[in-house]
């Protein structure tokens, strides 16, 4: 049986500084049949880079419904995978901006100077960490197995009136808004998860350690409805690509770890009578948008594949560490967040992300796909997933040059064991 794995980050996730989302397809692989590396599941002409670091995700198409629909077909060269321990997207989303907005478009290029700055990137790594470039924007069809193709139209026509306007609002009077390139880069957002799941399920084919992708884009996702945006995000990018895995590659379940400060209520929604999709997401008690409720476990056919695990304000890295080794293992939130109310760390996330990748070695074979959604403190948004990848790469964290223990203070342990002896409880762990 096959797996594949993809984390996603809260300074690499959704809502908050460092937010990494995970999704991890723990179920059945039905056979396919492949050639080489070369000739995979259909995304066209993607260009490894190992020389240089840059936001580099493009979109020239003049017309969406043709050009996004057309068939894809994935060009990775073998040799330059072989010794690759991360490979990663970006599409930094530069139109989709708002002055004095935290999701901005100053996010993505502030992570990708500091990976260079930290000697993290293509162009002191070799071919260790490899960038994926001019990789296709996800098709209509991709996005629609998520949201309603209402809602997708409806979107595409919106933007002449962003041209028009040069910025709306999309989600009523809502924080979410549009620009008139909102639309076509929220679809190579997309994109570049679909061909990180291509990608690592193509070299997991390789041999048994298959790198691990990192998909470093914007707009955000874990909050968009099925029926709309929401919460900053536009299109649920862990979802489609979660959607696609099953669809494309006959992986019949996936696993979404989110462990963002903010409750991913549109990817629960979106898979919460589905008992192929287990979602679990720790995110802080009370915080926006005031789901994820610990006894909201799924319906229908999917109920017990949602587990939601709220923790008190102040939680931070001995939280984690309990919620990872009791709850996710059996089985956005950085401390200068300026939307958190948790107190994880640079080092929080390094930890997260080396059991991360290790559930996911004796899960799925290693097959494993981080997502950035929040952040919102560029410093420790950039620092957190940098340590990310060292993580990745098995190399000593350095949170302690970018963490500072004054600025912490006592964790409510006893709520903390509450929350998470509760959720061990309704779960039968």
Same mark, same amino acid.
């Given at each position: 049986?096959?797996?594949?794995?993809?984390?996603?980050?809260?300074?690499?996730?959704?809502?908050?500084?460092?937010?990494?989302?995970?999704?991890?397809?723990?179920?059945?692989?039905?056979?396919?049949?492949?050639?080489?590396?070369?000739?995979?599941?259909?995304?066209?002409?993607?260009?490894?880079?190992?020389?240089?670091?840059?936001?580099?995700?493009?979109?020239?198409?003049?017309?969406?419904?043709?050009?996004?629909?057309?068939?894809?077909?994935?060009?990775?060269?073998?040799?330059?995978?072989?010794?690759?321990?991360?490979?990663?997207?970006?599409?930094? &989303?530069?139109?989709?901006?708002?002055?004095? %907005?935290?999701?901005?478009? /100053? #996010? !993505?290029?502030? +992570?990708?100077?500091?990976?260079?700055?930290?000697?993290?990137?293509?162009?002191?790594?070799?071919?260790?960490?490899?960038?994926?470039?001019?990789?296709?924007?996800?098709?209509?069809?991709?996005?629609?197995?998520?949201?309603?193709?209402?809602?997708?139209?409806?979107?595409?026509?919106?933007?002449?009136?962003?041209?028009?306007?040069?910025?709306?609002?999309?989600?009523?009077?809502?924080?979410?808004?549009?620009?008139?390139?909102?639309?076509?880069?929220?679809?190579?957002?997309?994109?570049?998860?679909?061909?990180?799941?291509?990608?690592?399920?193509?070299?997991?084919?390789?041999?048994?350690?298959?790198?691990?992708?990192?998909?470093?884009?914007?707009?955000?996702?874990?909050?968009?409805?099925?029926?709309?945006?929401?919460?900053?995000?536009?299109?649920?990018?862990? &979802?489609?690509?979660?959607?696609?895995?099953? %669809?494309?590659?006959?992986? /019949? #379940? !996936?696993?979404? +770890?989110?462990?963002?400060?903010?409750?991913?209520?549109?990817?629960?929604?979106?898979?919460?009578?589905?008992?192929?999709?287990?979602?679990?997401?720790?995110?802080?008690?009370?915080?926006?948008?005031?789901?994820?409720?610990?006894?909201?476990?799924?319906?229908?056919?999917?109920?017990?594949?949602?587990?939601?695990?709220?923790?008190?304000?102040?939680?931070?890295?001995?939280?984690?560490?309990?919620?990872?080794?009791?709850?996710?293992?059996?089985?956005?939130?950085?401390?200068?967040?300026?939307?958190?109310?948790?107190?994880?760390?640079?080092?929080?996330?390094?930890?997260?992300?080396?059991?991360?990748?290790?559930?996911?070695?004796?899960?799925?074979?290693?097959?494993?796909?981080?997502?950035?959604?929040?952040?919102?403190?560029?410093?420790?948004?950039?620092?957190?997933?940098?340590?990310?990848?060292?993580?990745?790469?098995?190399?000593?964290?350095?949170?302690?040059?970018?963490?500072?223990?004054?600025?912490?203070?006592?964790?409510?342990?006893?709520?903390?064991?509450?929350?998470?002896?509760?959720?061990?409880?309704?779960?039968?762990?």
């Amino acid at each position: 049986m096959e797996q594949l794995l993809a984390p996603s980050l809260p300074v690499l996730g959704v809502r908050m500084l460092p937010s990494l989302r995970h999704y991890c397809v723990v179920g059945s692989h039905h056979p396919l049949s492949w050639r080489s590396i070369l000739q995979t599941y259909g995304r066209k002409q993607n260009q490894i880079r190992s020389g240089s670091a840059q936001c580099s995700g493009t979109y020239d198409g003049a017309s969406v419904s043709e050009e996004i629909n057309a068939p894809k077909k994935l060009n990775l060269p073998d040799n330059s995978l072989l010794d690759a321990r991360i490979l990663y997207c970006t599409s930094p &989303a530069l139109g989709h901006h708002k002055d004095a %907005h935290p999701e901005s478009n /100053k #996010r !993505v290029p502030a +992570i990708v100077n500091a990976l260079d700055k930290l000697e993290l990137s293509p162009k002191h790594r070799s071919s260790q960490v490899l960038e994926i470039q001019n990789f296709e924007p996800a098709s209509v069809d991709d996005v629609a197995r998520v949201h309603s193709r209402s809602y997708i139209t409806g979107l595409e026509k919106a933007m002449s009136r962003a041209s028009d306007e040069g910025l709306i609002l999309i989600e009523g009077s809502g924080p979410t808004y549009a620009t008139e390139t909102t639309f076509k880069e929220s679809l190579l957002s997309a994109g570049a998860g679909i061909t990180l799941v291509d990608s690592v399920v193509a070299t997991s084919k390789l041999g048994p350690n298959p790198p691990l992708g990192f998909a470093l884009v914007r707009p955000p996702g874990h909050h968009a409805v099925p029926e709309g945006p929401m919460g900053f995000c536009v299109f649920e990018n862990i &979802a489609v690509a979660a959607r696609y895995a099953q %669809h494309q590659h006959g992986l /019949k #379940r !996936v696993m979404i +770890i989110d462990f963002d400060v903010h409750h991913g209520n549109g990817t629960c929604d979106a898979f919460y009578d589905d008992p192929d999709i287990f979602f679990l997401s720790t995110h802080q008690l009370g915080s926006y948008p005031g789901t994820g409720k610990i006894h909201q476990v799924g319906q229908s056919d999917g109920e017990g594949t949602t587990l939601n695990l709220p923790l008190p304000g102040g939680a931070g890295d001995y939280a984690m560490r309990c919620a990872f080794d009791e709850v996710i293992a059996p089985y956005d939130a950085h401390a200068l967040d300026p939307l958190a109310g948790l107190q994880f760390t640079t080092g929080t996330f390094y930890m997260l992300s080396s059991g991360i990748k290790q559930l996911a070695k004796e899960l799925c074979g290693g097959r494993c796909i981080f997502f950035l959604e929040g952040g919102y403190n560029l410093q420790t948004l950039s620092s957190s997933v940098a340590d990310t990848f060292r993580a990745f790469l098995e190399e000593p964290s350095l949170a302690a040059q970018f963490d500072d223990p004054a600025m912490l203070f006592e964790e409510p342990t006893r709520k903390i064991m509450e929350a998470i002896e509760n959720a061990k409880s309704i779960h039968s762990l």
